[in-house]
């Protein structure tokens, strides 16, 4: 590991955390969980989907750990739909739930991509 260099302890800790959780590109995180490119990629499906991501001037990149959290939530809202919960009553939010019917098409073969 890097050594980190003498700051407060609040710094180092989040210096830590960036290294160990690094920023990667669409590509990398449509790979590593299996997402179809171009929802990370086009900026209407990331708003849409509400997609966690960090815009770096023109570069656009995601945290790993953010992404799963998203498809976690994502899965979550699925079950609840499935389950008959009244979405309006638990305050989901539409682009919620427009990722959750997205993520609950993500099984069936797409073509595009």
Do not use: C
């Amino acid at each position: 590991m890097t050594p980190v260099p003498m700051i407060d302890a609040d710094l180092a800790a989040k210096w830590r955390q960036a290294q160990a959780n690094p920023l990667l590109s669409a590509k990398e995180i449509a790979e590593a969980l299996n997402l179809p490119l171009y929802i990370l990629q086009q900026p209407s499906q990331r708003q849409r989907f509400d997609i966690p991501h960090y815009r770096l001037g023109k570069l656009v990149r995601f945290r790993l750990d953010e992404v799963m959290a998203w498809t976690m939530r994502v899965a979550v809202n699925i079950e609840r739909r499935e389950a008959g919960v009244d979405h309006a009553k638990t305050s989901a939010s539409a682009n919620t739930l427009a990722a959750a019917s997205f993520a609950a098409n993500l099984g069936s073969p797409s073509t595009g991509h």
